[in-house]
């Protein structure tokens, strides 16, 4: 059976919404704080000032499940100040959807139907929303941000940083003590299955534009891998069609 | 029984085509003909289908065997979903298989070695192929060639189950009940001796039809000659030669599973004063997902719903969520995949909009399913939830207990090795794997009543379905 598409798709909405935070207290007197390790990571990326210009974003690439010989194009759109549109086709297997319009957020699939999602899908989608700060790791999205220690992330020293929602979704992120950037991070996504941990780890960093983003992004979940290759940022140049709700989904939240 | 067809498709009870399509890999293959010739008393042959050729001995060891080897102990060693793997000394016996994979000159002896360890885990979903197979499988195009003729596991042999009605095979007088006796001159029977003698019986049904339906299956526009046992007294051995033609089949695409044929039926049947929506389809792969949300759009306002599984060798998984969500309007645990380290319940989808954007229920009506011993892995898994959860009443032949979430890993040497990376139980909290799906009807399935031209497991779920009460639409319509 291959009943592991929605974890695919659960780690991916975890990482379409990308990155976050701001202030915390130390985790111990030698360590950096928390503002200190995201302002570096801001600096490395492009700078706040950069980020907060940005009024949308589309990223294109791949994703591929090379456990199972599986490879799909992936289009993922975020828009200020909360909107998103992802869609992977797989080539023989149809499309799956899924975005957020700052109302409504739905998926649509071939393994499932169309939905629109509840509760804790809702609130997850609802708390990373914002795709600028989100980037910015913007410190009132958080209830605390938090330094808990340096240790090694895939052979990369790295501060890590435990970033809690006011929700209590609490996400890891492990950032480069050399290069301040965000290279690793586990999480856990809601999903109608259940809970599924996610562990991410970030590598080839580039420049698109101001900003210098991740290019290979490998997710683990179980025993299942996910490795998404972005081949073009571009930047302020969504529609804001692209958020617009399909039809079945408008005939879904009728009332 | 008589039929009357009152939808686009004209539809008979006696004939349920299936195009066959195993989730796992050991042998996809729609078994489909087009004839060309009327029946001819022919004398039993006795020639065995030939085996591969085996390849020439190299003159040293392979040097991927050992990285073959020990990568498909290590996968399993990490994604096995029992850490005590049931017992099994899964490293020592790795370690006592290691020599022999270094020393091993052929591939076939590191599968060999592999699938020994597979073995001892005593579970479905595990096995390592030819990679070389796969790509076999690969076309160009989703279409395929087929013969039109179904087969199942029958009395112990290899017997035509349905036959698609403008099919190769029924305009060739091909019939529902004869024995496949050979395929282009290959007789099968020294093939289902083996496997007799080297499987536990369960097993042999399954596998028979995997290397037959892999006989069957048109590889070109070539004719097929099948020698069947007619069931008559003249003649009683007969040779047909059909010519495969393009039908409703595709191939759908799955990863490393390579393509698997698939074909979704539906048809709307009267019977008394009940109109009943018939869906059949072969394998759980996305590109059937449209054609049953539109056939349960169509049947709507149907006096019940049968879904036909006999046959299907299941699928992705995930999609019990969307089919389950057509005939359930709450969200209710259909079953639940146990990892390591998490578990995962499958839930319904309430599918409250049709195809057409229009607003609906689901479908209330009454519902059957309809299994048989080769209904395996998602088939069971669905059929097993609807039971469970009170939303079905199942009838046939228990399935074949084969109810593992898998996936297929290349390895090294290009082979791909099938494994189960969960255990799964259904809504009751039953595993299925090993055991299979009770049918609550379970009527007898006979190789004379095919030859009488009788379905009785279909027969069975239109008599329930016309004692029960009417139900009511639950939305419009299309038909």
Known sequence: ?255 | MKNQAVGRHRYDSRIALRAGGPAHLAGVLALLLAARGPLAAQPLPTTSCPAATPAAPRARPDPLARATFDSAVAIIGRTYFDSTFRGVPWAQLADSLRPIVEAARERSATRSAIRTMLDRLGESHFAVVDGTLAADAAPEATEMRSLGVEVRWIEASVTISALRPDGPGARAGLRRGSRIVAVNGCALEPELRALREQLPAALVGTRALARARELLMPRDSAPVRLTVDTGRATPRLATVTVAPAILSERLARLGNLGFIPFDVDADRVRHGDREIGVIRFTAWVPPAVAPIDSAVDRFRDADGIIIDLRGNLGGIGGMVMGVGGHFIDSVVTLGTMRQRSSTLRFVTNPRRVSTAGVRVTPYAGPLAILIDPQSLSTSEFFAGAMQAVGRARLFGERTGGMALPAIAERLPNGDLLYHAIADFVDAGNRRLEGIGVTPDVAPSVTRAALLDGADPVYDAAIAWMRSQPRSTPTGPARR
């Open chain 1, 1 to 255: 059976m291959l009943a592991r598409s929605r974890a695919v798709r659960a780690a991916l909405f975890a990482l379409g919404t990308a990155t976050v935070f701001g202030a915390a207290p130390l985790a111990h007197a030698q360590a950096p704080s928390a503002a200190q390790v995201i302002d570096k990571y801001l600096l490395a990326i492009g700078g706040k000032d950069a980020i907060a210009a940005l009024k949308s974003m589309r990223q294109v690439g791949t994703m591929e499940m090379p456990a199972m010989g599986m490879s799909m194009e992936m289009d993922v759109a975020v828009a200020a100040p909360n909107k998103r549109a992802m869609k992977m086709s797989i080539p023989g297997m149809g499309e799956m959807v899924q975005g957020y319009d700052g109302t409504t957020a739905w998926a649509n699939d071939p393994m499932q139907g169309p939905r629109v999602l509840k509760d804790k899908e809702l609130a997850q989608v609802m708390e990373s929303s914002d795709f600028v700060a989100e980037m910015l790791k913007d410190a009132s999205k958080y209830k605390s941000i938090e330094v808990v220690g340096q240790e090694a992330f895939e052979g990369t020293s790295a501060w890590k940083l435990k970033f809690t929602r006011p929700s209590g979704n609490a996400t890891t992120e492990y950032y480069a003590v050399d290069t301040g950037l965000l290279i690793g991070q586990v999480a856990s996504q809601a999903t109608p299955q259940g809970e599924i941990e996610a562990r991410t780890v970030m590598t080839d960093y580039k420049q698109f534009g101001a900003i210098k983003l991740p290019t290979k992004i490998m997710v683990s979940a179980g025993p299942q891998q996910m490795q998404m290759t972005t081949k073009t940022v571009t930047f302020n140049d969504v529609p804001d069609g692209a958020f617009a709700l399909p039809d079945a989904i408008k005939s879904l939240v009728k009332p």
